[in-house]
């Protein structure tokens, strides 16, 4: 499949522009899962595909290393088009789209290269003016200049050259490395001139994450055979299952690659979402994109997981699997450049939230979900050991746990709805009458450290004046087991702290 990326504002099927103004990027991806990103970028043509396989390496670089890649999409581009100005003789006018399998080869067959080692000037920027005006040049050389006469290897070389406006230094460098019309493959055994920074596949490290076992030092070579496509499944009571497959991904930290259809009706612009799907819309395009994080409901004994909190504990991630929990919306990164942040917290400018009701409508709609790019080995099998939900046959309402699970030593307190869980707090102090119990006063002659039992003001024992027990005067005292107890006194006058070795008192 060929994939035309949208963009902003207006697209064909096979080719997008943006005209949005744009602004300065963050690099705060901080982040149910923790999937690490580099900045966000800004794509000015049709070539999605490109920032999202892109971003998926430096994603999976930067989970091994903690170290940040700023990867080149006009290299991959103009390698795109070198292979279908070849490839397409009589086209007159360049195809953007491409598609996953199209990027892997392309890492492959050519490397990757550092930003402002193809593109000197663009180092730092994050939307390409380079490309635009090299799509530009293109094609009109293929309407009616050299393009449309001769399609040799050495002349298409050329003129991406002279399109792209590369320097004698980069040019001289890509012929060094692969001749200066056909191209050889790049290979372990090529020689790359010195401080010219093309790497090649078997050179990038990531982590190589399998379900169910530790992750091992790898490199991009060694993993892209395993990310393949997964549509959609037509059958809507097949759709859970396969969502659960990429929830297990998400967990391991894979940077999920998502497809998906854009329909620009369908968004709200201000809160950076695409909410719902509306039924009789027209797909304006198609686009790629990585996942960040998602947001879960019905969560059994947990209720709603939401997006941007970090969960560690195994047994709630899981528990995330149960066919009972719905995803309420994918977070992604995006390619649209500094915009709107769906969560609110300036930690997401340029992301994207796809609520389900836009993904996988049920109000006739069409889905608004193509496809996710993953691992394959992760299944559809709901994990074994999921506590059933609690909630499922009590009543609506708020419960304590002991009385849902017959367990005295239960210190939750659920909020019931449905049959299921919709929130779940965990009592420090225990749960009686359908509330939290209030934790026990704070033990002043422990949480100091009292090294000799005596009386001691609120004030000796670090206590501030705007504590409760600030005017009090304790008793430090160890009982049978050792531990430290401080019975107090009010001081209605307030408490006199005494010189060392001289108890306090009331005053």
């Not at 996942?291 to 939401?306: F, H, I, M, T």
């Not at 000796?460 to 705007?466: I, M, N, R, T, V």
């Not at 107090?488 to 001289?502: D, S």
């Amino acid at each position: 499949m060929l994939l035309g990326c949208a963009s902003l504002l207006s697209f064909s099927a096979v080719g997008c522009s943006s005209e949005e103004p744009t602004g300065a990027v963050t690099g705060d991806e901080e982040e149910i899962v923790n999937i690490p990103h580099t900045d966000v970028k800004n794509q000015s043509i049709g070539n999605c595909w490109t920032y999202a396989t892109v971003g998926w390496v430096e994603s999976m670089h930067l989970r091994a290393t903690n170290k940040s890649l700023n990867l080149s999409e006009s290299y991959l581009t103009y390698w795109d088009w070198y292979e279908k100005l070849i490839r397409e003789p009589g086209s007159e006018k360049l195809s953007t789209g491409g598609w996953f399998s199209t990027a892997t080869r392309l890492f492959d067959r050519y490397g990757l290269i550092d930003e402002g080692a193809f593109i000197p000037n663009e180092a730092t920027v994050d939307r390409s003016a380079a490309q635009s005006a090299a799509e530009a040049a293109i094609n009109k050389s293929m309407r009616e200049g050299r393009l449309k006469k001769d399609r040799s290897p050495k002349a298409v070389r050329e003129v991406l050259n002279e399109a792209w406006q590369l320097t004698p230094e980069v040019v001289a460098s890509l012929n060094s490395v692969f001749g200066d019309s056909a191209p050889r493959t790049l290979s372990s055994t090529t020689k790359i001139p010195a401080g010219f920074p093309l790497r090649r596949t078997s050179s990038i490290e990531v982590v190589n994450k399998r379900p169910n076992q530790a992750g091992t030092k790898a490199t991009l070579k060694d993993v892209m055979g395993r990310w393949q496509e997964v549509s959609l499944p037509a059958n809507q009571a097949s759709r859970r299952a396969y969502f659960r497959r990429v929830q297990k991904a998400l967990h391991d930290l894979h940077p999920v690659i998502m497809v998906w259809d854009v329909d620009w009706e369908s968004r709200d612009r201000v809160a950076g979402s695409f909410p719902l799907m509306k039924p009789g819309t027209t797909i304006d395009g198609r686009h790629m994109t990585i996942l960040e994080d998602y947001q879960v409901s019905d969560v059994p004994n947990v209720g709603l997981l939401p997006a941007g909190v970090t969960i560690g504990d195994s047994k709630i991630l899981n528990a995330a699997l149960a066919n009972q929990a719905k995803i309420q919306f994918l977070r992604t990164k995006n390619s649209w450049g500094n915009t709107a942040d769906p969560s609110g917290t300036g930690q997401f400018k340029g992301y994207v939230d796809l609520y389900a009701d836009y993904l996988t409508p049920s109000n006739g709609a069409p889905n608004g979900l193509v496809s996710f790019i993953f691992p394959t080995e992760y299944t559809e099998t709901v994990p074994s050991g999921i506590e059933p939900d609690r909630c499922n046959n009590a009543d609506d309402g708020v419960i304590c746990g002991s009385e849902l699970t017959s367990n005295e030593s239960d210190k939750r307190l659920f909020t019931c709805k449905g049959g299921k869980t919709s929130a779940m707090t965990l009592c420090s102090a225990g749960c009686e009458s359908a509330a939290c119990k209030e934790p026990p006063p704070p033990n002043p002659c422990d949480d100091i450290g009292v090294d000799v039992p005596g009386l001691y003001c609120g004030d000796s024992l670090a206590l501030l004046p705007s504590d409760p027990g600030f005017n009090k005067l304790y008793s430090c005292q160890k009982d049978p087991s050792g531990k430290w107890i401080s019975p107090a006194t009010e001081c209605a006058n307030g408490c006199a702290p005494q010189p060392p070795g001289v108890p306090d008192r009331c005053k």
